[in-house]
């Protein structure tokens, strides 16, 4: 039972944990290239202030010096653009260099040109005591090295986070396993107490049953106004009775004793059932159709398997309304007996239908008209249906009906 909380619980923690990697990742990746693009760019602007220093203005255009040699300064991805006033290229130096025409609009430029990123930087050139604006520096490195860096980076980060899941999956295991241990010994204490009061109490509600029936078996010895009042008392033992038995049953069933299992035919049985419960349907007005083919035969206990299905029919009775239909199916799916319990009645609401297994769970508004049962029905036919390897599930309309599908292994 606590085998799918303990996975659901790992599986929470490590998104939870996943999600804090990954955003801690994404930021250190983020503040680092943030970082080498502002270094970047500081290197190229120191690169292209101090090529500026050597430019003049003479006779009305921008001159560099003839003995100004700027390659030795340049790296093999970086590149020098020279250009006018008005944005004529006059002189390219480096390895790097952009066949595009000059803009000025921006001063910090990124292009991809082909596979490789370039990163730009554009200066304007100052000649003359009067700082005259005589030309403008277009300085350009590839990001190719940078990019690298991110790509290790990237490798590292994905590969801690890798390493650091799988450590956490490791250690979630454990952690999970010794957070449900109190919840599971707490449960497995309260399923102990349950069977055991349950045990208790049949002999004092035997009693009570065998003197209230022995006192109404003589009515004349006792007023008239006390024969109600006894079949008050045997009718509350019986129900008190059938709700001791049925959680009995339950613990019995989750403590996973190896009942006695024999090759069944599960035709038979629903045969049976059928034919037992057609008179209380054809008092109900209710008509109760059984469809199946050749015999099906699966591993089971006689007695359960009978329990399961009388419980899912006795459901469909009690909720179904004169006039109303109820139809078995049972067909042989591949190497699974698919039985089926559909049935016309109120129907439940979608938010309800994963609570209708729970012990004690009643839908009022749609269950509003019938009174009485314990409210373990389903949560017995659920457990039965798994201690055979199987399941079962429900599909409902509210208005239209419910349908109860059991799925068990055939041999």
Known sequence: MFTKTRWRLLLSYLIVFTSILVIFAAGVRFLFARSLTQQ????????????????????????????????????????????????????????????????????????????????????????????????????????????????????????????????????????????????????QRLKQFTADASHELRSPLMAIKSNAAVALKYPEEIRKSDIEKFQAIVSAANQMTHLTEDLLLLARSEKKCNYHKDRVNLTTILANLLSLYQPEASAKEIDLKYETGEDMYLLGNVAQLRRLFANLIENALNYTLSGGRIEVTANLVRSYLIISVQDTGAGIAPEHIKLVFERFWRADESRSYWKGGSGLGLAIAKTIAQSHGGSISLTSQVGVGSCFTVRLPSV
Do not use: M
């Open 40 to 187: 970047l760019t500081e290197r190229l602007t120191a690169l292209g202030q101090g090529a500026a220093t050597n430019a003049e203005f003479e006779n009305g255009s921008i001159k560099v010096e003839s003995d100004f040699i700027v390659q030795p300064f340049l790296h093999k991805n970086q590149g020098l653009q020279w250009f006018d006033i008005n944005g004529n290229s006059i002189l390219k130096q480096g390895n790097i260099v952009l066949n595009l025409p000059l803009s000025t609009k921006k001063s910090l430029l990124k292009i991809e040109i082909g596979k490789t990123r370039i990163q730009a930087v554009i200066l304007p050139v100052l000649g003359g005591s009067e700082r005259k604006l005589i030309g403008y520096l277009r300085i350009c490195q590839s990001l190719e090295e940078l990019d690298e860096t991110l790509t290790k980076l990237d490798l590292v980060l994905g590969s801690s986070i890798i390493l650091a899941l799988i450590f956490s999956a490791f250690s979630g295991v454990i952690l999970t396993r010794l957070a449900v241990q109190p919840i599971e010994e707490s449960f």
